[in-house]
């Protein structure tokens, strides 16, 4: 990350890093975090949950990254700090009310399908003005940002510029101040497109066996 911001001229405090720990054991992100990690990225719900009861110890920051489904919404909204995967109104919905009135608002991000896949979740860039001024008044939430997973076969460094551009086009009213994009292989061209938050897995944990 250090290699990459100075590559481009940022500040290296200027992009954060999310540890992404799905199908890895509490006992790595507890060596992740003596080594001064805090924010922890999952994908399933309830492998998540059996690792944050373990590690009830720690001041961890939770970050929920996997597909938002309607039935997962009030867990979620209870045992998270983040969600990165927001992409329909129905699910905002469902976590601001699920959020308790007296916690932090959970901050979310809204998933952009940006390489218009067929299979993949994310809210189309046409739809996304309307999504963002839904969520953007819903008390339980606090929108931060936009997040991408970019097609397989594209171009990443274009996608993670187009999304920039999205997050530009919204308006300056909202504040939004978190780009969450860039993963293990294409974090370099994330971070010269502006990510500030990357969401890293195999380069921190190791390959996963499934
Ligand atoms: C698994 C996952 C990551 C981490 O991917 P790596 O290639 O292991 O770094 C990041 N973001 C999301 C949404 C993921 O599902």
Same mark, same amino acid.
Request: aromatic share 4%; hydrophobic share 40%; charged share 20%.
């Given at each position: 990350?250090? !290699?990459?911001?100075?590559?481009? $001229? ?7 890093? *999310? ?21 922890? $990225? ?15 110890? *720690?001041?961890?920051?939770? %970050?929920?990254?996997? /597909? ?9 909204? !209870? %045992? ?9 109104? +129905?699910?905002?919905?469902? *976590? ?28 189309? /860039? ?7 001024? &839904?969520?953007?008044? *819903? ?12 097609? /397989?076969?594209?171009?990443? %460094? +274009? ?8 997050? %530009? ?10 780009? +969450? ?7 370099? +061209?994330?971070?010269?497109? $502006?990510? &500030?938050?990357?969401?890293?897995? &195999? ?8």
């Amino acid at each position: 990350m250090a !290699q990459a911001c100075a590559t481009v $001229g940022r500040e290296v405090d200027s992009v954060a890093l *999310l540890a992404v720990s799905k199908r890895k054991p509490a006992s790595q992100i507890r060596a992740a975090f003596a080594a001064g990690q805090t924010a922890f $990225g999952e994908n399933y719900l309830q492998e998540a949950l059996l690792k944050q009861q373990e590690l009830e110890d *720690l001041p961890l920051q939770w %970050h929920y990254i996997g /597909p938002l489904q309607s039935n997962k919404c009030k867990s979620i909204a !209870q %045992h998270f700090d983040w969600a990165h995967s927001i992409e329909r109104k +129905s699910v905002a919905l469902k *976590l601001s009310q699920a959020r308790a009135p007296q916690a932090t608002p959970l901050q979310v991000c809204l998933q952009v399908n940006i390489d218009a896949e067929a299979s993949k979740s994310g809210c189309a /860039p046409d739809d996304l003005a309307e999504l963002a001024q &839904t969520v953007a008044q *819903l008390p339980g939430l606090k929108l931060r940002g936009l997040m991408c997973i970019p097609s /397989p076969d594209g171009d990443p %460094h +274009s996608a993670f510029g187009r999304l920039r551009e999205l997050l %530009h086009s919204l308006p300056q009213t909202y504040k939004l101040d978190t780009l +969450s994009m860039g993963m293990s292989n294409d974090l370099e +061209s994330a971070v010269a497109q $502006g990510s &500030t938050l990357v969401r890293i897995g &195999t380069a921190i944990f190791g390959a996963r066996d499934n």
